[in-house]
């Protein structure tokens, strides 16, 4: 791991544009949609922060998410860009949690804000450690400012 | 509206099998998919209590979700089937909330809990009453046992 | 296996209702979505032909996706019932090619006709054989009437 | 419309990364995720090509998906980059098809190769003419070199 030279960050920001498929017949985003958008902040999170989430799971690791939580205060439509913006709230042994706003660059106006709670699984799926080094590097992240 | 033959109930149900498609690389079926199961849930729950969403919505309203929590305490997997239960918690003039549970029919055991948050809006996203006969109907539904 | 007593079905039908998810901002079925059901027309072509698809994967192969075509024909609406028919086209050493119809069960108008050609992997993502006994149960049933 | 100053391109790309969502239980891309991809890159090409999908929709018309045909040739797998090519193949009065490559941006590998076929609609979801001035600036970027 060669981390060491990466700046930890607190809170990271992925911009993308909302896709058709996304929508729904209200003529606005699907709710669900934004579900695989916090994914992706945290995904970008972890990528910024040292080591992608593809590098975790490829040490027979998973975060399985544990509960999720998303309040939707205005609907976010298709072709216009979004943008995801993702913090280390907590970290533990074997749990994170982060927590999310979906927000219109242009605006600053906030589509959603959330939190996920993430458990430490093997492959056999079974509760396990976070491994120290990951933990610590995420941590130093968390409490960054 | 004929709807004063239905009997109205609490809680509904609607069994389906996992689909290929819900599962993600983790091998179990990925956190979002159940978002749409718990919709499948309150969509047959409107049916079971008298008349569907898309009868709703064919009057130029919709329902859509302020609020959405989801806790996930064992995984499902491809092929087998699902259970979702849905049951109306609250309905006031302008919201409404659902309850959930995701169950494997075969072993009652859990798969998720949840509850949603819905807002009736208009065509044109403006905040709206529940039209009277709608919300009578539910609150029935919501009261009986 | 002890599928003997399985009556081969060249077609097989699985019914289901149209999911609020499954549209988009034109108001009817996202054409992606359509995808996901001939896959699950598929998966019970599987179950109503001996063994289910999640049984190959257990043996540590499975059919990957190597061509598709779809022609939409009429558009599906949410809430109401869609019927997938699927049938084998051909069955070789390694490949398979599938055929469908989705289609209104009440009108019998055709949404989609479709079909999907299929190539056994193992897992390491190698080219591999059908195992015979699942080759021999599979072409029974294309030959079936 | 002030188009007049766009250079027309017959070949457009996109770049994002896949998706953890987008995978399937086979540690891969689920074959349905190209689907929205191919609609993702046809946004992009009507972006930079003089106005958006949006902007035509706007217009109280859509482009219906009448065919799609995709075949997959290599797996894309979670948190890597893909890009897909866009061009116009052929445009008539109320037809247009799209063709598509996706491919790994790094090695160039190419994971899908397809097309789609789209039929004008208005919103009554009768066929209609694409309008003359869409027609024309869309027939220029396809002419291009």
Redesign the interface.
Known sequence: MNSTHIKPKKTVEVT??V???E??????V???SY??WL??GR?QWMRENGR???EF?ANGL?L?????????KQ?A???QHVTVRCHLDEIHSRQMQFGYEVIDPITGDIFTTGYSKHICLDIH?KVARIPTEWRAMWSQAAAST
Do not use: K, P, W
Request: contains cysteine; negative net charge.
């Open positions: 993308f544009r896709r058709y498929a929508t729904d017949q209200m003529g606005i699907h709710h669900a579900i695989v994914e992706e995904s992608s989430y593809a799971e998973r399985a998410v544990s509960e999720l939580n998303i309040r939707y609907a439509c298709y072709d799926n």
